[in-house]
């Protein structure tokens, strides 16, 4: 075998520069601005040139904490200047920053003033601080800004949102994790962007506003998420959502103090993992739910909010009309299968129905002797499809399976996904499904537990 030339060694050492502009766009896309940098070493192509007309632009300071010794300048600062300065005058794709605690306010407002006037599509911001910030008016006065992300810790909310975060006119996608939302004259924020599809809001800062309203036409898929808030972070703000194109609607965490929801068109799917701990809010959760009335698919979590009514109960889902296909999250304990049965009740034209067994600290759970009996027999002519995930083997999950099977008329398939360490054996629970009579045409199907490779109903 010959011998590789030295010419041909020194192209082997640098393949990089061989690449096409395209491609070294690509992979460079995913790196550190500082990694790209250092990859620029290998091939003096790049080095000369192509660093300079990179789209995208990421800039993370943790990359920096270790790597040099300390100094009293700020060589993350320095490095982040020099890149947005010396490289070629083209559009920005995306820019995505992390700053730490000691990093210049001015600093990083100058650097999204230079990002907004070389075009960018879309911000990705993290902030770690120990400052308060307000944000740049001229970020959202961009027409060419298509996504905005914003972060910050949620234990030190200091990024105050400006009043121009409402006029982004050609925004798209809008994510906002613990900031402040900003503050307006009138107390009514209102988020009406005439190109916005997607919304995400998590644990951000809002008690000084009396109404947050969103009303973005184009919106599709909405995510509010308060987990983490405080009850009076939200208890005397309203939430107006109106004349939206919703197909995917998500809340989580304490409801605020009222919620209008009106037009939400076509809405296929939506989640409510409410805070089981907040037990007055169950008559907003019901107004709550019934501004959902054009939901198809339906998730349910905090079902302990809700009063042991079978009445409350069985009119609690009845103004979804529409709805098919519903997945309740709840414990097995005597009280969440009573509640879980009721609402059943109330939705006659249900087709598939899923049941996730979590466990929630409820006390008091008995398993020989029940503290609330399931309700009457009640026929369903059209579900056709039941799955339990994380089944256990309890004697109330069990009563609870031979209640739906003796009332699901035109049953076709029981999944039953079997808890791996923490169920009784499949032969004891078919034992006593055998005993139930059920459709010729129906199925039960048992499987150890897993993440992975469910049929989704």
């Not at 309890?394 to 003796?406: A, G, P, Q, R, S």
Request: aromatic share 10%; net charge positive.
């Amino acid at each position: 075998m010959s011998e590789w030339s030295p010419t041909q060694k020194r192209r082997g050492r640098d393949r990089i520069s061989n690449l096409p502009d395209d491609i070294l766009q690509q992979v460079f896309s995913f790196l550190d601005m500082k990694q790209v940098m250092q990859t620029s070493l290998l091939s003096k192509r790049f080095k000369q040139y192509s660093w300079k007309s990179l789209h995208n632009l990421n800039f993370d300071y943790s990359l920096w904490k270790q790597t040099l010794p300390p100094s009293p300048e700020d060589p993350f600062s320095n490095f982040v200047d020099q890149v947005l300065r010396l490289r070629d005058d083209l559009a920005i794709g995306k820019f995505k920053l992390s700053v730490g605690r000691l990093h210049n306010l001015d600093t990083i407002q100058a650097w999204f003033n230079m990002v907004t006037n070389q075009c960018v599509r879309e911000m990705d911001i993290f902030f770690h601080l120990t400052l308060s910030i307000v944000l740049n008016s001229s970020i959202f006065t961009s027409d060419h800004l298509q996504v905005f992300k914003l972060e910050s810790d949620f234990q030190n909310i200091r990024v105050q949102l400006p009043e121009s975060m409402c006029s982004a006119s050609s925004l798209k996608t809008l994510k906002l994790v613990s900031v402040a939302l900003p503050y307006v004259n009138t107390g009514e924020l209102v988020l009406n962007y005439p190109m916005l599809e997607n919304l995400f809001i998590k644990d951000c800062f809002q008690a000084h506003l009396k109404v947050f309203n969103i009303c973005s036409p184009q919106l599709k898929n909405l995510v509010i998420d308060n987990s983490h808030n405080g009850l009076w972070n939200i208890a005397n703000c309203k939430l107006k959502i109106c004349d939206v194109k919703l197909i995917y609607f998500e809340y989580k965490g304490v409801l605020y103090e009222d919620c209008l929801l009106q037009n939400l068109n076509p809405l296929d799917n939506a989640a409510l993992y409410l805070n089981p701990n907040v037990i007055r809010q169950a008559d907003s959760v019901t107004k709550f739910i019934g501004g959902l009335c054009n939901v198809k698919m339906l998730t349910l979590e905090g079902l302990q909010i809700f009063p042991n009514s079978a009445t409350t109960l069985q009119s609690l889902l009845t103004p979804l009309s529409k709805l098919r296909k519903l997945k309740l999250r709840a414990s097995h304990d005597n009280a969440s299968i009573y509640k879980i049965a009721n609402i059943l009740q109330g939705c006659p034209l249900l087709e598939t129905f899923t049941w996730e067994v979590i466990n929630v600290q409820v006390s008091g759970i008995k398993d020989n002797k029940a503290e609330f009996t399931l309700p009457p027999d009640h026929i369903w002519h059209h579900l056709k499809f039941v799955k339990i995930l994380k089944l256990r083997g309890h004697k109330n999950e069990v009563e609870f399976l031979i209640f739906l099977l003796k009332n699901a008329m035109v049953l076709e398939e029981m999944y039953l996904d079997r808890h791996t360490y923490k169920t009784r054996s499949k032969q004891y629970i078919e034992k006593l499904l055998a005993s139930v009579p059920i459709s010729p045409s129906a199925k039960i199907s048992f499987r150890p537990y897993t993440y992975i490779n469910l049929p989704d109903f």
